[in-house]
């Protein structure tokens, strides 16, 4: 730190304990000054030389019969009049960058200029701060942190423009040529005064001066941002990474703290003076967007205004793919009856496929009405962003109050084309349903409608064939899924399937599902032999077909469910799940187009008609009970 003495004679100030403060002289003091709460026991001769004020003043109490003088507002108060008075005095008077400034304003208060006497105080402290602390870095910052308590002099005498000019200037010149210490520096630099050569090889980071500056003032860092920019030399990832750094040091983590009224006035205007220094590119500003998130989240919390979130939102859309599950969960404020705002983020989401230019359906728009930014969105930005969604969802889905038709608009808020495997989503949807046991079984078929069994991996299968939270058409459609799969497989065939044998128990327990229904009437139960005929017919379907290895594969797996399944009574509602899964997927491989012949025999083969019917009736009931089945998919 750079620092100047002044004067050569010992500091004789003195004091009693209490407000008063006299100079040990054989003289006795002749005047008294009052400054706010001290008196000072001073000589008028010392004062007179050096202040016009001084003079003024005991001129006026002379002619009134009086040895005391009043100041008021003094800046820098009782310490910067003392330093003034030592420095009439001749005593040594030792400036800094902590006390420069306000002595400075003090000494232009008292009128101690060159006009009352050559060298004079004022004088001095300019010679100073031009060739010692506005040449240093860490100075500079200091004797502008001391400006805000001593306005407006500080301002009226620029002070406060020239510090901020002098860590502009700093801040903006080649990183090769720094030759000042700095924080990144600090262990290693012996002082802040500039130094002849580098004695160090390591290269100057480009940000080098960014966390020095986050002891400023909002107020004061705002001015100095200003003026970095202003000179156009700045990067926007440096502006970027200034910006961050000044968040994490005054902007805290905890949500309490944020809502803290005390504090809420102090933080809108951080969150304003943050946004509003953000690089004017929004596309390329080098700045990530979890840092926007953060400040989306502190604006929502503290409820800094509209303008602010909208410009917030602007940006996150153009890299929303980068972001983090954790970055997304924004807690809601009243009335929200969930934890997390997750009507926001769907309206993010949104805004993202807007600037992208997708539709719903995952093609590439070239007009829309709403203008677009220029963003480099492929598929496998849309990919990413759809697992995040996915992520969130599932960390959302176990809040209790979140409703189904939040969950299932947030799911369908990315294209399908953008979903390439389902066991995010599946994850989300077991959370749900775990979390929420009483939705009632419409609600839960609509949530799981949202999944495509065929893209789910061979574990997530697994699992869902073995979830009794899952309606049984979906267990049903991923038993059968995994069926076709193993049929298509080079490997060996495998052997009784016991989940498909748990799911024909289950369903045969399912008797009062009204939505399952289709109108017909109550059907007898299958005999053995007439589910044994069914799966002959197959049998020789696959056969006809020249199915191969993988015919012989599904006749072993359909002989081995005909054995589990003719120890069970199934419903006749059962049965029609069981006979639609057979007819509407179980093509063997080979097998020709529908309509052919292949299918065709399949199609009549697999279905399971009443012992006493004719065969002619039968061919018919089937016919119909097709076109009114209910869908499994």
């Not at 009049?81 to 400075?104: D, H, P, Q, S």
């Not at 989240?297 to 409820?303: D, F, M, R």
Request: include cysteine; hydrophobic fraction near 40%.
């Amino acid at each position: 730190m750079k620092f100047m003495k002044l004067g050569s004679k010992p500091d004789a100030f003195q004091t009693d304990g209490s407000d008063a403060r006299y100079v040990l002289s054989d003289l006795p003091s002749d005047i008294v000054i009052h400054v706010d709460c001290a008196r000072f026991y001073l000589h008028k001769f010392p004062l007179l030389s050096k202040s016009s004020l001084l003079q003024r003043l005991i001129i006026e109490a002379s002619q009134n019969g009086t040895d005391e003088v009043v100041i008021q507002d003094i800046p820098g108060g009782v310490k910067t009049f003392e330093i003034c008075a030592k420095f009439c005095y001749g005593m040594v008077v030792t400036l800094n960058a902590y006390n420069v400034v306000a002595a400075r304003c003090a000494a232009e208060y008292l009128g101690m200029t060159e006009d009352v006497e050559k060298s004079n105080l004022i004088f001095k402290m300019e010679v100073f701060l031009n060739s010692g602390i506005f040449r240093s870095w860490k100075d500079s910052i200091i004797a502008l942190q001391t400006t805000h308590a001593l306005l407006p002099w500080s301002e009226e005498l620029k002070l406060v423009g020239r510090c901020i000019d002098s860590i502009a200037t700093k801040a903006t010149v080649n990183p090769s040529n720094v030759m000042w210490s700095y924080t990144y520096n600090r262990k290693s630099a012996s002082s802040d005064e500039i130094v002849e050569a580098r004695k160090s090889s390591q290269a100057v980071p480009k940000d080098w001066w960014v966390e020095d500056l986050c002891e400023l003032d909002v107020g004061l860092y705002r001015r100095v941002m200003v003026a970095v920019k202003s000179r156009g030399r700045i990067p926007s990832d440096v502006v970027g990474e200034a910006l961050k750094a000044y968040a994490a040091r005054w902007l805290p983590e905890c949500c309490d703290t944020l809502v803290d009224d005390v504090y809420s006035e102090s933080y809108k205007h951080l969150l304003e003076t943050i946004v509003w220094l953000l690089p004017s590119d929004k596309g390329s500003s080098g700045i990530s967007c979890r840092f926007f998130l953060k400040l989306l989240k502190a604006t929502v919390l503290i409820g800094a205004g509209e303008l602010l979130k909208e410009e917030l939102m602007d940006r996150i859309v153009l890299q929303l793919h980068k972001a983090s599950v954790h970055d997304l969960l924004i807690p809601s404020k009243p009335p929200a009856q969930t934890i997390y705002d997750i009507q926001l983020v769907q309206t993010i989401i949104g805004r993202y496929m807007r600037h992208a230019g997708v539709a719903e359906d995952g093609i590439f728009l070239n007009n829309l009405d709403q203008e677009m930014f220029e963003t480099n969105v492929d598929n496998e930005s849309l990919v990413a962003l759809c697992k995040l969604v996915d992520r969130y969802l599932a960390e959302v889905a176990s809040d209790p109050n979140l409703s189904v038709s939040s969950f299932v608009d947030l799911a369908t808020s990315m294209p399908e084309s953008a979903r390439t495997t389902h066991d995010g989503l599946y994850t989300a949807i077991d959370i749900f349903l775990k979390l929420h046991p009483g939705l009632p079984k419409t609600e839960k078929r609509k949530i799981c409608s949202l999944m495509d069994v065929k893209k789910l991996s061979k574990g997530a299968c697994i699992h869902a064939a073995q979830n009794d939270r899952l309606p049984l058409r979906v267990v049903v459609q991923v038993l059968f899924f995994e069926q076709l799969r193993a049929a298509g497989a080079a490997s060996a065939a495998p052997g009784p399937n016991g989940s498909m044998a748990r799911c024909m128990a289950r369903l045969a327990e399912e008797e009062e599902d009204d939505d399952w229904k289709d109108g017909r009437a109550q059907q007898e139960p299958p005999t053995p032999g007439a589910l044994k005929k069914q799966l002959g017919s197959l049998k020789l379907a696959a056969a006809d077909h020249g199915a191969g290895d993988d015919g012989r594969r599904l006749v072993a797996r359909s002989s081995s469910v005909a054995n589990q399944s003719s120890r069970l009574s199934l419903s006749s509602r059962s049965r029609r799940i069981f006979d639609k899964l057979w007819v509407g997927g179980a093509k063997l491989p080979g097998e020709g187009p529908a309509g052919g012949k292949g299918s065709s025999d399949t199609s009549g083969s697999s279905q399971s008609p009443r012992s006493s019917a004719k065969p002619l009736e039968s061919k018919s009931s089937s016919s119909s009970s097709r076109n009114r089945r209910y869908s499994v998919s």
